[in-house]
């Protein structure tokens, strides 16, 4: 068996699968699923062994566990995104958009490389708060106008308008 049962030790990924009022997404009554009867806390319990790559893996397994973990892994890519946006890290920010586009529309709260904390803004409006701006967008684009290029292509210059102010 592959992994490790130690539980992962990182504070975010052992909040991450906090219970909330998840008892509704677990076991519905009309729909068969893989894992039956069990109860939200022993699903809370199994993702506590895991990391986020194996998280992400074991919310393909079925319906009912993809509905459970789902939320928490998409407020972990948006984290992620911006992070990478905030410390300039292009290729990494790009990989992302390239397999989720939707990501273009989260905010979040990240902290820069300066210590500021930017609250409740998204990819697009952190590389223009960082000034991660090409001086010369004709010849070569910095993190903002590869985002913006996403941003239009995916949802129109309206939506990076709206971003933009």
């Known amino acids: 068996m592959s992994g490790s049962r130690k539980p992962v030790q990182n504070n975010q990924q052992l909040e991450q699968f906090q219970l909330k009022e998840r008892k509704y997404l677990v076991n519905e009554d009309d729909k068969p699923s893989l894992v039956g009867d069990v109860a939200p806390d022993i699903l809370?319990?199994?993702g506590f062994f895991m990391d986020l790559k194996s998280a992400s893996h074991y919310v393909q397994t079925c319906k009912t566990i993809h509905h459970f973990f789902q939320e928490d892994l998409d407020k972990l890519a948006v984290e992620?995104?911006?992070?990478?946006?905030?410390y300039g890290e292009k290729a990494e920010a790009e990989k992302m958009l390239k397999s989720n586009p939707a990501l273009l529309l989260a905010k979040g709260t990240v902290t820069n490389?300066?210590?500021s904390t930017l609250k409740d803004r998204t990819a697009y409006q952190i590389a223009l708060m960082e000034k991660d701006v090409s001086p010369y967008p004709e010849k070569f684009g910095e993190m903002a106008e590869m985002i913006e290029g996403y941003l239009v292509a995916n949802y129109g210059e309206a939506e990076k308008i709206k971003q933009h102010n």
């Open 44 to 46: 809370r319990h199994i």
């Open 113 to 115: 490389e300066a210590g």
């Open 80 to 86: 992620k995104l911006l992070h990478h946006v905030a």
